[in-house]
């Protein structure tokens, strides 16, 4: 079925006259389809990462050999989510140009996340010797921008401290739900 604008429309969770392509700081939640627990596990409030939250890990870490107006700060995989904080440091090329809204742009924070999530997926396909998993992620990804110093400080608190606090986090920490595809004994 080719693209009807009249059924296929999806609401944006983006604010709407916010350009993603501006030079700043985004605190980024990313979470798995159902949230389940593919990325590994948390002993002793560490997070310990399988092989496929080591892909999620690489991943993330070679998001500016990609992107090279995005610097990373600080980050953390979790059984079924991911929080980091992304930096656009410097203007896109083309980045005034008109568009639509809902209108994906190469390099901005959603492009970015979009190209990330695929990236994982596919790694995460050959891994596990699948096709034709259409991802591990759920729809759309979360995000603040960072609008000053104590909010930085406050949100690179929360990311660092997120394994030790999953506990009082998770809805039920020791009922781990039912996992996919994806994790078929893959070690810890």
């Not at 690489?58 to 059984?79: G, T």
């Not at 396909?125 to 096709?131: G, V």
């Not at 949100?155 to 401290?161: C, H, Q, S, V």
Request: aromatic residues 10%.
């Amino acid at each position: 079925m080719s693209y009807n604008p009249q059924i296929h429309h999806r609401r944006s969770i983006r604010l709407k006259e916010y350009d993603y392509t501006q030079e700043g700081a985004y605190f980024i939640t990313i979470c798995t389809k159902n949230k389940q627990y593919i990325f590994g596990d948390i002993k002793q409030g560490e997070m310990k990462l399988n092989s496929l939250g080591m892909i999620a890990s690489a991943c993330w870490e070679e998001i500016p050999q990609h992107f090279s107006h995005i610097k990373l700060d600080i980050f953390v995989i979790m059984p079924n989510h991911i929080h980091g904080i992304l930096w656009i440091n410097k203007k896109i090329p083309g980045e005034n140009e008109p568009r639509q809204y809902g209108q994906m742009v190469a390099g901005s924070i959603p492009g970015v996340i979009r190209s990330y999530k695929s990236a994982v997926t596919k790694k995460m396909n050959q891994t596990c010797n699948q096709k034709g998993i259409s991802s591990a992620w759920q729809r759309n990804f979360y995000e603040q921008i960072i609008r000053n110093e104590k909010s930085l400080e406050e949100i690179r608190k929360y990311i660092a401290n997120n394994p030790v606090n999953w506990e009082n986090d998770c809805e039920n920490p020791g009922d781990i739900p039912q996992q996919n595809g994806f994790l078929l004994d893959i070690p810890f």
